[in-house]
């Protein structure tokens, strides 16, 4: 085989970028270590108290359903069959109060015509998916996931409890044309 051909077939991606006498990561690698966008708007202070607080029970709640559906090694000491632990008292409470009537709310207003609410908050807090990869997959405009996003969880921390309606009127009049267009 000849050289030009074994160049051609190895990548040639740039190892280091060189500013002066200073290397630093390549901007491919730096694409790659992006920070989730929930963790960049608790940085910027986007997300609020209440709002964090309900996304750490819905994230609770939710890895507690799915428990038994992730993926384990078998165990090769347990060769009885066995049911799943019950959720803990905390969490079934939370499911059953809070969680379950916030799901079924926004699915039935997403099924009215409304925005993939619970899709949308699933997939940004708890498998820390970027919001701009979001709106570009839905072809929505720039910011109209955050908006989805803290709107559902501010409404979960209403349906709880922890704050006022008021905030949710005042979060709905700032952010209509968000929230009418990604219907």
């Known amino acids: ?14 190892m280091a ?30 997300v609020t108290g209440v ?19 992730r993926i384990r090694s078998p165990s090769l000491v347990r060769i009885s069959g066995g049911s799943a632990p019950p959720l803990a008292e905390r969490l079934a409470i939370a499911n059953r109060d809070r969680y379950l009537p916030w799901a079924a709310a926004l699915s039935q207003r997403f099924k ?26 839905r072809r ?10 803290r709107r559902a969880l501010l409404e979960y921390a209403v349906m709880a409890g922890w704050a006022p309606r008021s905030d949710l009127v005042a979060f709905d009049a700032e952010h209509t044309g968000y929230l009418r267009r990604a219907a």
Request: aromatic letters at 6%.
């Open 1 to 14: 085989m000849t050289r030009s051909k074994r160049r051609r077939r190895t990548p040639s991606l740039p």
């Open 51 to 69: 709002m964090l607080q309900a996304a750490t029970e819905i994230e609770d709640v939710f890895l507690a359903k799915t428990a038994g559906l």
């Open 17 to 46: 970028v060189s500013t002066g006498s200073e290397v630093g990561p390549t901007p491919q690698t730096k694409a790659k270590h992006v920070k989730p966008s929930f963790a960049r708007w608790c940085d910027q202070g986007a």
């Open 140 to 149: 929505w405009r720039k910011g109209t996931t955050k908006a989805i996003a």
């Open 112 to 137: 009215r015509g409304g925005p993939p609410a619970l899709e949308t908050t699933v997939a940004i807090v708890i498998d820390q998916a970027i919001a701009s990869d979001f709106d570009a997959r």
